[in-house]
Nanobody, 128 residues
Framework: QVQLVESGGGSVQAGDSLRLSCTAS????????VGWFRQAPGNEREFVAG????????KYADSVKGRFTVSRENAKNTVYLQMNSLRPEDTAVYFC?????????????????????WGQGIQVTVSS
């Protein structure tokens, strides 16, 4: 069973940066589209960013475009989310998730249902 583990979260001030990492244990990330989602208290889980198997297709939520960057290093079984110019409204638990296996790049899903495998999540808190 593949486990996805997020790291790099924490508490920062508005305007600061954080880089989240998502590592897959037990199986490589190659062949899988990976997405980042977040969930604030009382809110539904929402799509933040996603990256296709080869890194050629990227997708971002409008709220993070120009501030967040998703990337991957398949050789390290790791996907990153670089978050710059953080705002208090970015405060949430961040999750990485993996779509089903596909040897060819596929559509980067934006729905929770597109991703059958999830990490436990990590807290990001941005104070003003």
């Amino acid at each position: 069973q593949v486990q996805l583990v997020e790291s790099g979260g924490g508490s920062v001030q508005a305007g600061d940066s954080l880089r989240l990492s998502c590592t897959a244990s037990g199986r490589t990330f190659s062949g899988y589209t990976v997405g980042w989602f977040r969930q604030a208290p009382g809110n539904e889980r929402e799509f933040v960013a996603g990256i296709s198997t080869d890194g050629g297709r990227l997708k971002y939520a409008d709220s993070v475009k120009g501030r967040f960057t998703v990337s991957r290093e398949n050789a390290k079984n790791t996907v990153y989310l670089q978050m710059n110019s953080l705002r208090p409204e970015d405060t949430a638990v961040y999750f990485c998730a993996r779509q089903g296996y596909s040897p060819m790049p596929v559509r980067v899903g934006t729905a929770v249902a597109d991703y059958p495998n999830w990490g436990q999540g990590i807290q990001v808190t941005v104070s003003s």
